[in-house]
């Protein structure tokens, strides 16, 4: 019977907690945003060909404000070697504390580099200039993902606000600068780092929820399998009036080609490609052209429910071309071109299994004998969440409080391959996938933005979740 009075006062000392956080939470939005802005500023794209230098520049900014926190034991910036090419990846911040009193230690993950912003013109606002209109913060990288930055800032000052910098609970950050890029020198980083990056719990916040007052908690990933395919039919070009319709150029052949890989629904038509049976969630075809922004007149390709077509089934995307533009066409036969293309492979194939389907599709149906090649094959495993686990019941519970709504389990049809180097460095870690994203953020789109009210719950939430394993032994 003891314990029941000393339930109580816990109980009613961790209600009080929880209310000075949320309001320190609240307290903490409008500098996390002006951070945040700040951030947004900086074009860290970590593509090839772009200025390594901005990169280099967000991550100190973002070092600088870990040092500000001041409860760090080390905060540093690093790179690691690119195990194939012996370069440096792209720089990373990483800071540490000890965990004390028998408590454990959080992992919190982010980006700080971007997508490019692509054609400015298609901006309605310009990219690297934060901008909020109707409750929304436009820019690169607003949402995507330095807005999970400044949520694991924002939720560690509200922490500090309400519980001092004596904490007992062990925190690293680990701020990647090449996520958009591939996370080529990754696992080579979690390697180099082991000691420094391990943890009971990991929380990746590089996702989205189920929409913009609902939180998510992210289960399953589907995989990647991008890669260039060239295709060769003539030896040299020639005048389109002189051979044209005696033998195939490389666009007949691709177009012919590439129309394979759909059926007449739209549906991957690839033998090999497998698909997960799981149950999806309601979600109606009016929500997708409103989130997707596809109109009336227009169908929706692929079967079942939409969710299991975006989350559980493989799908393929056309990319890019390299072929004359529309400027420079001339009446020629073209002898070769390449294209990019992009698939997405379901929960539990191998994505190299996936991509060896598609390369064998692609072999089989070539018309006319042309000649393919393959190149700059990047491949990225999917992943199903293991959610048994004790913190995974914490974060519900803290996603539930901070929005104000049950949170739902989501797949998504995206990719974060490196959760998989996670679990293989770290088996014992538990995984937690969140993110500030809702549906209309356009993460790697033009008009990329942030939903303010998202990112204040999700905040509010990842506060509360810091003081709950706080105050959690393990
Ligand atoms: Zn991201």
């Known amino acids: 019977m003891e314990s029941v009075p000393h339930k109580i006062t816990r109980m009613t000392s961790e209600l009080s907690r929880d ?5 320190a939470a609240d ?23 772009f200025d390594r230098a901005e990169v280099e520049r967000s991550a100190t900014a973002v070092a600088a404000l870990l040092d500000d926190l001041a409860i760090f034991e080390t905060v540093e910036v690093k790179t690691a070697v690119i195990s194939e090419t012996g370069q440096p990846g792209m720089p990373a911040v990483i800071a540490t504390r000890r965990a004390r009193n028998g408590r454990p230690t959080i992992l919190l993950y982010a980006h700080h580099d971007v997508q490019p912003a692509g054609d400015d013109a298609l901006w309605d606002t310009p990219p690297f200039e934060p901008t909020v209109i109707g409750g929304r913060l436009y820019g690169r990288g607003a949402a995507d993902d330095k807005a999970g930055v400044m949520a694991h800032v924002g939720a560690l000052r509200a922490l ?3 519980v001092g910098t004596d904490i007992d609970l062990g925190i690293s950050l680990f701020i990647e600068g090449e996520e958009e890029a591939g996370s080529a020198s990754f696992a080579q980083f979690l390697s180099d780092n082991a000691d420094a990056l391990r943890a009971d719990v990991i929380v990746v916040a590089d996702s989205g929820n189920w929409d913009a007052v609902t939180p998510a908690l992210t289960v399953s990933l589907r995989g990647n399998a991008r890669f260039t395919m060239g295709v060769k039919t003539l030896e040299h070009a020639s005048h389109s009036g002189m051979f044209g319709g005696a033998v195939p150029d490389a666009m007949m052949a691709t177009t012919k080609l590439l129309s394979t890989l759909w059926d007449d629904d739209g549906a991957v038509a690839v033998a090999g490609l497998l698909e997960r ?44 071309i390299d072929y004359p533009s529309v400027k420079n066409a ?72 901070g929005y104000g709504a049950a949170p739902v389990d989501i797949g998504v049809g995206g990719s974060i391959p490196f959760i998989a180097d996670l679990v293989r460095e770290f088996p014992g870690a538990q995984i937690l996938v969140t993110g500030v994203e809702d549906p209309h953020a356009r993460a790697h789109s033009p008009n990329e933005s942030l939903h303010l009210d998202t990112f204040r719950n999700a905040l509010r939430s990842e506060a509360l979740l810091l003081a709950e394993l706080n105050d959690t032994t393990v």
């Open 330 to 401: 001339s009446n020629t036969l073209t002898p070769e071109l390449s294209v990019v293309i992009s698939a997405r492979v379901a929960p539990g194939q191998p994505a190299a299994e996936a991509f060896a389907a598609i390369e064998a599709h692609l072999r089989e149906h070539a018309p006319f004998g042309a000649q393919l090649s393959f190149r700059d094959v990047d491949l990225g495993d999917p992943f199903l969440v293991d959610t048994s686990g004790w913190a995974v019941a914490q974060a519900r519970a803290t996603l539930e409080a």
């Open 277 to 320: 049976d799981a149950p999806t969630p309601d979600y109606t075809e009016q929500t997708l052209r409103d989130e997707a922004g596809l109109p009336e007149g227009v169908s929706p390709v692929g079967r079942g429910t939409i969710l299991s077509r975006i989350w559980n089934k493989p799908s393929i995307t056309v990319t890019g």
């Open 19 to 23: 209310a000075s956080l949320r309001e």
């Open 27 to 49: 307290a903490a939005i409008p500098a996390a945003l002006a951070d945040l802005g700040a951030l947004v500023r900086i074009p860290s794209v970590a593509f090839p060909g």
């Open 160 to 162: 500090v606000d309400t």
